[in-house]
């Protein structure tokens, strides 16, 4: 005969079945809530795998449409824009080109989906300059804060006129959100909002990326980048950014820095978002290609990870598979 303990709480009896873990789940992914990161390179006919990125794709313009159909189809409501250009030089000058290839695509997908779709734009260099840093390098090879500053200027004011919605202001020199604005609102773009990479860690995890955007990065950016080893000195940047004007800070990787997404989130009053990068996505691709993790299962503990600590939005490219998931159902494991 079975004996009974006589416990106080038995918290067991919450998870006896899938309709009473789902009756109390305190966090749920949605659709609405992924942001869908898409590259797009100049030149390109049809679409190319992405080294170390499984599932990933360069696409032209075509693709870019296709995907960006197929994720709207599926509950994905935004999407971010890179560009990789057929030339590249030390300004980076065909990121603030009128016709480059970063304000011809952003064009042409708000174009096509209007107000269905928030278009956030990549506000960087490192895709466009011949060396692969985020900004425009002084005499002796560092990064020159201040010039850069008055490129970004220039590249938000042809992002706004293309019509992007979000800048995704992401090169981590200081001051950049408050430059952007500033721009932005002098031009009569008062309407365009500045996603603000506040938390940007000079993380490992970057480097499939590198192959995305084909980065001829000399060196490295650790000294515009942050520290991985530091917290206190995330919640300085994203003070900064939101006193600047940000109206929504990001937080990246995502994965390794949970805690500094939860931070983040009981600092600010503006919406947080978190970028889960390609080497985490690799983690997750590979280690389930070798039949060591469940790769549904993986995706959905790691997404919901993410925004268990807080985030509002999560930036992810398995962003349109799992919207699927929700839909189906198939995200309460």
Sequence with gaps: MTKYYSLPERPRRLRQTAAMRGLIRETTLSPGRLMLPMFYREGLSGSVQIDGMPGVQQHDLDGVMRTTHEALAAGVASVMLFAIPEQRDATGSRAYDSDGPLTDIVARVKSEFGQDLVVVADLCLDEFTDHGHCGVLDQSGGVDNDETLAVYEQMAVVLADAGADLLGASGMMDGQVGAVRLALDSHG??????????AKYASASYGP?????ESALRGDRRTYQQDPA???EAMREVRLDVSEG????????ALGYLDVVALTVDLVDVPVAAYVVSGELAMIEYAAAAGAIDRERSIIEALTSVHRAGANLICTYWATEVARWI????TAH
């Design 327 to 330: 839909v189906a159902g198939r």
């Design 246 to 253: 940000a109206d929504i800070v990001m937080v990246k990787p």
């Design 189 to 198: 773009a008062v309407g365009t909002g500045i996603l603000a990479y506040s």
């Design 230 to 232: 530091n917290r206190r």
């Design 209 to 213: 990326f590198r192959n995305a955007v």
